[in-house]
C-alpha cells in the first residue's frame, strides 16, 4: 500500500484546508473508503468523516482517530508536493494522519468477517484551536458503533524529536493543558498627584502579576509542575492620570488534571482577595482550553509493547516528560480510556535534534513511515479487540493480505 498511501497525502497535502470546514479533504476520504464495507457518516457541523467496520464476530469497539485540518503558514520546504494553496499548509502532519487512518481502514476491512468487533474511524477537521473532537463527540462518534468505545487511539508524527520511525508514548500525562487567565482590575480614575482620592488598580494588578509567580512555586509539587506567563499587560494613557483599570492576560499550562482544577481556583481567589484587600473590585476569568492529555498507563503501556511486538524494541520509547503543546484528543480520552502515540517522521538523513518542529514553514515529514502508522492503527483496533479471555490470537497485520 506504500504507494497508494503515499499518492493520497500528496494529494491532502497539495490541498490543504484550515478549520471545520474541509470539503476537499473529506471528499479524498470518502473516495479512500469507497467500496470497502464500512458504515460512513459525516458531519454536520464540520466536515468530519465517521466510518464504523463491524467484524463478523462479536466483541469490543475500538476507536481510531486521525485530524485533517492543516495551519496558516506559507509553505516553504520546496517538496514536489508543496501546497498548492498560499498561506495554507499540512505543517503539523496531520495529511500524514489522515492517509495513516484510511490505510488502516483498508487493513482492517481485508480481515471484516474475522474481527472480532468493531472500529470506529474518526476523521477530524479542526484540531488546531478549532476543538473538532469535541464537535465530532457532540455528534455522537463515541455512539457512532451502538456501544462506547472499550479503547481509543490517537497517533501524531512529528518532524523532529524523534529518530525517524520510531513510536513513543507515555503513562499518564501526554500533553498540557493549554489555558488562559483574563484579570480586569477596575478601580476609580484621577488626578496622580491625588492618590489618595483614587483607587489605583496600577499596584494591585503589578501585585497580582508577582503574587502568581509565588503561587506557582508555592501551591504546586515541583513534580507536577504548572507554567504561567503573563504576556499581556495593559493599563492608562499618561503619567499624571491614575486610570479607571488594569488589565492582563496569562497562559497557565498544567500537566494535570488535577492541577488544573487547582490553578484555576487558587489563581482566581488569588486575584480577587488582591483586589479586595485594596478596596478595588475585579473580573477575572481562568478561560480552559484544551485539557490536559492524559493516556491511560495499561493502554499506553499496551501501545508501546504492541509496536515493539511489529516493528523491533530498538524502534519504540517511552517519553520522560510530556510535550508541551496541547491536542483536542483529549477530549476523547477524558471519556474513554486510551493512548496517544507519537510517530517520528523527519526524513532520511536529518538529525531530529535539529531538523525543524511541527508548524514550520519548512518541516518536512518522510512518506516512508506511512505505511508502518497504518499498521499500527490497524494492530492495536486488532490487539485490543481480540483481547478477550480465552480467545485464541488472530494474524496480525503484518502477514501478507489474504
Ligand atoms: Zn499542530
Ligand atoms: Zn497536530
Known amino acids: 500500500m506504500a504507494d497508494d498511501l503515499a499518492e493520497l497525502r500528496h494529494a491532502l497535502h497539495r490541498e490543504p484546508e484550515i478549520g471545520h470546514d474541509l470539503p476537499r479533504t473529506q471528499r479524498k476520504v470518502l473516495d479512500a473508503l469507497a467500496g470497502l464495507p464500512l458504515e460512513v457518516s459525516t458531519g454536520e457541523k464540520l466536515t468530519s468523516v465517521t466510518a464504523v467496520l463491524r467484524g463478523g464476530q462479536p466483541g469490543p469497539v475500538v476507536l481510531l482517530r486521525g485530524d485533517m485540518d492543516a495551519l496558516p503558514v506559507t ?6 508536493f508543496a501546497s498548492r494553496t498560499d498561506g495554507v499548509m499540512h505543517a503539523c502532519g496531520h495529511d500524514l494522519h ?38 465530532m463527540i457532540d455528534e455522537g462518534v463515541l455512539d ?20 525517524r520511525g520510531v513510536f513513543a508514548a507515555r503513562p499518564g500525562p501526554a500533553l498540557a493543558a493549554s489555558d488562559a487567565l483574563n484579570v480586569t482590575v477596575r478601580g476609580r480614575g484621577g488626578h496622580a498627584s491625588r492618590p489618595h482620592v483614587s483607587a489605583d488598580p496600577i499596584p494591585a494588578a503589578c501585585e497580582m502579576v508577582i503574587a502568581l ?16 506567563t503573563v504576556g ?33 481556583d487558587e489563581t482566581l481567589r488569588l486575584v480577587r482577595n ?17 485539557p490536559v492529555t492524559v493516556n491511560d498507563a495499561a493502554e499506553a503501556a499496551f501501545a508501546t509493547a504492541t509496536a515493539a511486538d511489529v516493528f523491533g524494541s530498538d524502534r519504540t520509547t517511552t517519553l520522560a516528560h510530556p510535550l508541551t503543546g496541547s491536542e483536542d484528543f483529549s477530549f476523547v480520552l477524558e471519556q474513554v480510556p486510551g493512548a496517544f502515540v507519537m510517530l517520528g517522521a523527519c526524513p532520511a ?25 497504518a499498521a499500527l ?15 485464541a490470537p488472530i494474524s496480525t497485520v503484518t502477514a501478507p493480505v489474504a
Do not use: C, W
Open 144 to 163: 457512532a458503533a451502538g456501544e462506547r468505545p472499550a479503547a481509543a487511539y490517537g497517533m501524531h508524527v512529528l518532524s523532529g524529536m524523534l529518530d
Open 377 to 391: 492503527y490497524a494492530e492495536l483496533a486488532l490487539r485490543r479487540m481480540a483481547r478477550r479471555v480465552g480467545d
Open 274 to 290: 488582591i483586589a479586595h484587600g485594596h478596596g478595588l473590585t475585579v473580573e477575572a476569568e481562568y478561560a480552559e482550553g484544551y
Open 232 to 264: 499581556s499587560i495593559h493599563a492608562g494613557t499618561a503619567r499624571n492620570v491614575i486610570p479607571d483599570e488594569a488589565s492582563f492576560s496569562a497562559t497557565a499550562r498544567p500537566y494535570s488534571s488535577e492541577a488544573r482544577t487547582r490553578l484555576r
Open 75 to 80: 509553505e516553504a520546504t520546496g517538496e514536489p
Open 98 to 135: 489522515t492517509t495513516m487512518l484510511a490505510g488502516a481502514a483498508r487493513l482492517l476491512s481485508a480481515r471484516q468477517p474475522q474481527l472480532p468487533g468493531s472500529v470506529i474511524f474518526m476523521f477530524q477537521p479542526a484540531e488546531e484551536g478549532g476543538a473538532g473532537a469535541r464537535f
Open 349 to 373: 538523513g536529518t538529525d531530529p535534534l535539529t531538523a525543524p518542529s511541527n508548524h514550520s514553514a519548512v518541516a518536512r515529514f518522510d512518506d516512508a513511515v506511512l505505511p508502518d502508522g
Open 213 to 228: 509567580q509565588a503561587l506557582v512555586t508555592r501551591k504546586f509539587d515541583v513534580f507536577d509542575p504548572v507554567v504561567v
